[in-house]
T-cell receptor
Framework: DQQVKQNSPSLSVQEGRISILNCDYTNSMFDYFLWYKKYPAEGPTFLIS?????DKNEDGRFTVFLNKSAKHLSLHIVPSQPGDSAVYFC???????????FGQGTTLQVKP | GAGVSQTPSNKVTEKGKYVELRCDPI?????LYWYRQSLGQGPEFLIYFQGTGAADDSGLPNDRFFAVRPEGSVSTLKIQRTERGDSAVYLC??????????????FGQGTRLTVV
């Protein structure tokens, strides 16, 4: 049972345009959501998070949107840069344990 | 170093052998997590320590897997009688998370385990 799903395995965008990565979840007990970025042969790196009491969180070029009624969150990157090319993982946690449930990941390619 | 350190970075072992994977968390982080990542998948939760105790080991696949954190800092993931299906990248993460506080976890670079 996949509680966190990223239905797009890959995404390709042009440099300077917006990248939108999507994530859906099924467990209504999740109250904290995170995005991680991963380069090959490295561990995941934290990017941005959002609590369930908010619907938007912004940090520089990165914005995460949360739609609790739809159990959906998205990551917007604008403008996209070639260095943003990586695998992006959506993750969720509940009960304040910090235990993360990850999606399968989306590979983003930003073309110069 | 300032980050989470995992050793070894790569481990090749024969089927049936015993392996130990080590994790040095960020100093002062009370929470420590082990995850396993197979090719094309996201990290899969294995076990979570709060201090010295395993607060949640529900992700350990079977009794061949065991983890310890005796002094509340370094942790070792132990796998007995390894099988080819155990081949994966094993990730360790730590966070300053205390009960009631959601915060991000910081990951190490992982140990790539290959069972031949």
């Amino acid at each position: 049972d996949q509680q966190v799903k990223q239905n797009s395995p890959s995404l390709s965008v042009q440099e300077g345009r917006i990248s939108i990565l999507n994530c859906d979840y099924t467990n209504s007990m999740f109250d904290y959501f995170l995005w991680y970025k991963k380069y090959p042969a490295e561990g995941p790196t934290f990017l941005i998070s959002i609590s369930s009491i908010k619907d938007k969180n912004e940090d520089g070029r990165f914005t995460v949107f949360l739609n609790k009624s739809a159990k959906h969150l998205s990551l917007h990157i604008v403008p996209s840069q070639p260095g943003d090319s990586a695998v992006y993982f959506c993750a969720a946690s509940g009960s304040n344990t910090g235990k993360l449930i990850f999606g399968q990941g989306t590979t983003l390619q930003v073309k110069p | 170093g300032a980050g989470v350190s995992q050793t070894p970075s790569n481990k090749v072992t024969e089927k049936g052998k015993y392996v130990e994977l080590r994790c040095d968390p960020i100093s002062g982080h009370t929470a420590l997590y082990w995850y396993r990542q197979s090719l094309g998948q996201g990290p899969e939760f294995l076990i979570y320590f709060q201090g010295t105790g395993a607060a949640d080991d529900s992700g350990l696949p079977n009794d061949r897997f065991f983890a310890v954190r005796p002094e509340g800092s370094v942790s070792t993931l132990k796998i007995q009688r390894t099988e080819r299906g155990d081949s994966a990248v094993y990730l360790c993460a730590s966070s300053p998370n205390r009960q009631g506080l959601n915060t991000e976890a910081f990951f190490g670079q992982g140990t790539r385990l290959t069972v031949v």
